[in-house]
């Protein structure tokens, strides 16, 4: 078949010959549509420019072009039903053109079936095709900006609940049950401060490196967000294995690490969350952002057990995590509203054996809850930044006692208060001018 046959007019298929068919034609040419109309055999009778072009890929010995191969590729992925029901039909979507012959291409397709018995041709065949390589392509690199971290690579927060939801999904498939790990880098804030964000940003990135080989291959990576990384594994047997595998990735990660030069000491905290039946029972992106609030839980519990360590997700994590959330929404309330004062523990002088100092201590006089001890609500304050403000305010309070002390004659001018301050509050360039 030439290329000449292949765009050479057929009266018999389609509209009839004249103006109306020619200004249809136009417009489709206008539209840079790839249009070919065959018998129901899949043999060409017609077609314009565009549809000549992309269809003629095997060279004939006496020259033009043989579309067949490219056109049963069209036809092949197109529904059989569509082909073989008498009523004919139309069919829209995608088809892909890689194995065709031709310039690899997607397609966005057309496809009108009628069948006509009466006739030789036994009805026809319309396929319209329109090329979205270029659009495919530009959709895929958006999507990969929007699904990745830029700094590690890996897929982001948006990327990991959607893992999360398809594998909450196919739970009943892949069997077994769902576990998060959430990995948190201990100390990143302190690299950050001491040595500078580049560092810790290369500290990331090495993290993102180690922890892509810790896992298993079936796993999915993807960093949250500053110092937090999570792994999403599918078909896990029991949190004993969920747990294995989070000691597993614990331990990759942890050990000396050299960045320009600077010997650091790595570790990580790792929380795991695993779906039960309340989660499966759940809709899958609610169970998906619950498992990893789960793994997020536990990981806060692993860093307040010391660092450096593994924990799951219990109900008793979770209503520890209520009672620190309570705490934290009540300790600036607490500091507006005067519930908090200090007590001063008196220094004695071995030799002299009188008071030579104090040490300030902060109190919580709460109204409902009564006396909350330091132990329970300082650690809330340095995780949520409120200690800054509680840490100025306990120094202010000091040195108005201790001015009144002295000038009363309660003590000597050499007296003095000792106050403790937060690692916050000395990361804080102004804290000493205050």
């Known amino acids: 078949m030439t290329n000449e046959q292949i765009a050479s007019p ?28 065959t018998d129901i055999r899949g043999e060409v009778v017609d077609a314009n420019e565009a549809g000549a072009e992309l269809f003629r890929t095997n060279p004939l010995p006496g020259g033009g072009f043989d579309p067949r191969e490219s056109l049963a590729t069209v036809l092949d992925q197109l529904p059989q039903q569509l082909l073989t029901d008498p009523e004919g039909g139309v069919w829209q979507g995608e088809i892909d053109l890689s194995s065709a012959g031709v310039p690899p291409s997607v397609q966005a397709a057309a496809v009108l079936v009628r069948h006509d018995p009466g006739t030789p041709e036994g009805g026809f065949i319309a396929i319209m095709c329109r090329d979205v ?3 495919r392509a530009r959709a895929n690199d958006l999507l990969q900006l929007l699904e990745h971290d830029a700094l590690t690579g890996l897929l982001n927060r948006t990327a990991a609940v959607d893992r999360t939801t398809n594998a909450i999904r196919r739970i009943h498939e892949d069997g077994g049950d769902v576990a998060v790990l959430l990995i948190d880098v201990d100390r990143l804030r302190d690299v950050n401060d001491a040595l500078g964000h580049d560092v810790g940003d290369r500290l990331l990135v090495s993290t993102s490196r180690r922890l892509a080989t810790a896992v298993r291959p079936s796993d999915v990576v993807a960093r949250l967000g500053g110092d937090e990384f999570v792994v999403i594994c599918h078909a896990v047997p029991d949190s004993t294995v969920a747990m294995e595998l989070a000691d597993r990735v614990r331990r990759a990660l942890t050990g000396r690490l050299t960045i320009r030069q600077l010997e650091l000491d790595v570790s990580v905290s790792v929380g795991v969350g695993i779906t039960d039946e309340a989660l499966r029972s759940l809709e899958p992106d609610e169970a998906a952002n619950r498992l990893i609030a789960r793994a997020d839980t536990a990981v806060h519990a692993a860093k307040q057990a010391g660092r450096a360590r593994t924990a799951i997700y ?19 309330k607490a500091l507006r509203e005067g519930e908090l004062h200090i007590e001063y523990q008196p220094i004695f002088s071995a030799v002299s054996e009188k008071a030579e100092a104090a040490e300030a201590l902060v109190r919580w006089s709460h109204p409902v809850k009564g006396r909350i001890e330091a132990s329970e609500f300082i650690p809330v304050a340095e995780d949520t930044g409120v200690i800054v403000p509680i840490g100025d305010w306990v120094i202010q309070q000091a ?36």
């Open 10 to 37: 057929a009266d018999r298929v389609g509209p009839p010959a004249g103006p109306p068919r020619d200004r249809l034609r136009e417009l489709v040419d206008a539209a840079g549509i790839a249009t070919v109309f």
């Open 133 to 135: 390589t270029e659009e």
């Open 314 to 332: 219990s109900d008793q994590l979770h209503n520890k995590a209520l009672v620190r959330t309570e705490l934290a929404a009540a300790l600036s």
């Open 399 to 434: 040195c108005i006692a201790t001015r009144a002390w002295i000038d009363h004659g309660v003590v000597g001018p050499r007296f003095a208060v000792h106050v403790n301050v937060s690692r916050l509050q000395l990361a804080n360039s102004s804290f000493v001018n205050r």
